[in-house]
Structures are given as C-alpha cells and as structure tokens.
T-cell receptor, first 113, second 114 residues
Framework: DTAVSQTPKYLVTQMGNDKSIKCEQN?????MYWYKQDSKKFLKIMFS???????INETVPNRFSPKSPDKAHLNLHINSLELGDSAVYFC????????????FGPGTRLTVT | QKEVEQNSGPLSVPEGAIASLNCTYS??????FFWYRQYSGKSPELIMF????GDKEDGRFTAQLNKASQYVSLLIRDSQPSDSATYLC??????????????FGTGTRLQVTL
C-alpha cells in the first residue's frame, strides 16, 4: 500500500493557467507538508497543516493556496501559473510534534510553458 | 552562510569502501537531524535520524552528531553501487508549533564505483 500518494505525477500547462495537485496519506499522521524542489534540487518547505489547520506558511506567493479537507488529504492549488513555478512538488507527512521524521510522496513534476 | 551546508560532490568511492558524508548547520537551536537519500527522479527517502550527540548505527549506516561543532555526518560502510544517489541532510529548527519544520541542505551526490 502506498503511504503518501500524489496526483498527478506529471503536469504540463501554460502560463496563466490554474492547476491543482492532490496528496493523500494512509499513515495515520496528523501533519502534512508541501515542499518545492527546484531545478538545482534544493528542497524547501512551503506549507504545513496539522489536522486541517495551517501551521507553517513560508514566504510563498499568494497564488499558492493549500487546502486540507481532512487530516489525510492536503491539496495545493496554484493560480496564474508562471514559468518560475516549474519544479517538482512533494507532499510529506509526519506525526504531530517537532523533530519527527517526515515521509515523502512520489512528487509531481510541474512544467509551465 | 547557508543554514545547512553540504558539499555537493560528487563523492566517488569504490565498492566496499566507507563513504563519509558531512553536513554543518548554523542554528544552534536545532533539535533533530535527518539523512534522506534521493535517487534521480525519485522522492527523498528517510535513512536515519539522530537527536543526541554521539553515534547511531542502523545496519551499514551510522549517523554522527556533534552539537558543539554543529556538525552531523553519515557513514556508509561496505558501499554498494545501489548506494549511488544524492544524500540530503535536514535539520529541524526550534519551532513553537506542532510541525517538524525541516531545513534541507542541497545534498551530496555519492557515486559508488565498481
């Protein structure tokens, strides 16, 4: 069984479009995250939700809006896509509490043309 | 100064040798330290985590932490070609919330040669 899953795996779209990425975890974790890995492979946290509540919101353009319908799901909606949004987006989850290990989904490779 | 620094490599070691991967961090309040392995085109996979000064062993992997020197390392014994990947060091900063707020280094690419 897949622990952390994401859809879609690949997403190719044009500038200005709006797109969503979905994430689901079946680990029973309370906290979920979105990370962005750029072309230089640098992995940076964007958002974190704990049981549907936003708890980490890094400096991210407000075109990015996360939504968590329940603690097992975390979606990422991106408005007005720009070329610089091209990256791999990873979802992750962990148990609640600082310092606990995170488990990553397979990633969504977003290409904006 | 970057928050988490790693040598980008590539670090090349022969099969069967010990690979030593190093990481330094700037925030003295950092509480926990993680090593992830990432194969090309794949997601980061947790290998080990360490919270206390000293060594922690798991199979062929040993994590070493020295908080006074702000240094964490990963040793891979009996390196195999399948160990060839990028190794990401991640540090959890002191955070008042409930999340594990990881800061990643840029990774060290390891190549194990036959």
């Amino acid at each position: 069984d897949t622990a952390v899953s994401q859809t879609p795996k690949y997403l190719v779209t044009q500038m200005g479009n709006d797109k969503s990425i979905k994430c689901e975890q079946n680990l029973g974790h309370d906290t979920m995250y979105w990370y962005k890995q750029d072309s230089k492979k640098f992995l940076k946290i964007m958002f974190s939700y704990n049981n549907k509540e936003l708890i980490i919101n890094e400096t991210v353009p407000n075109r990015f809006s996360p939504k968590s319908p329940d603690k097992a799901h975390l979606n990422l909606h991106i408005n007005s896509l720009e070329l610089g949004d091209s990256a791999v987006y990873f979802c992750a989850s962990s148990q609640v509490g600082p310092g606990l290990e995170q488990y990553f989904g397979p990633g969504t490779r977003l290409t904006v043309t | 100064q970057k928050e988490v620094e790693q040598n980008s490599g590539p670090l090349s070691v022969p099969e069967g040798a010990i690979a030593s991967l190093n990481c330094t961090y700037s925030d003295r309040g950092s509480q926990s330290f993680f090593w992830y392995r990432q194969y090309s085109g794949k997601s980061p996979e947790l290998i080990m985590f360490i919270y206390s000064n000293g060594d922690k062993e798991d199979g062929r992997f040993t994590a070493q932490l020295n908080k006074a020197s702000q240094y964490v390392s990963l040793l891979i014994r009996d390196s195999q070609p399948s160990d060839s990947a990028t190794y990401l060091c991640a540090v959890n900063r002191r955070d008042s919330g409930t999340a594990s707020k990881l800061t990643f280094g840029t990774g060290t690419r390891l190549q194990v040669t036959l």
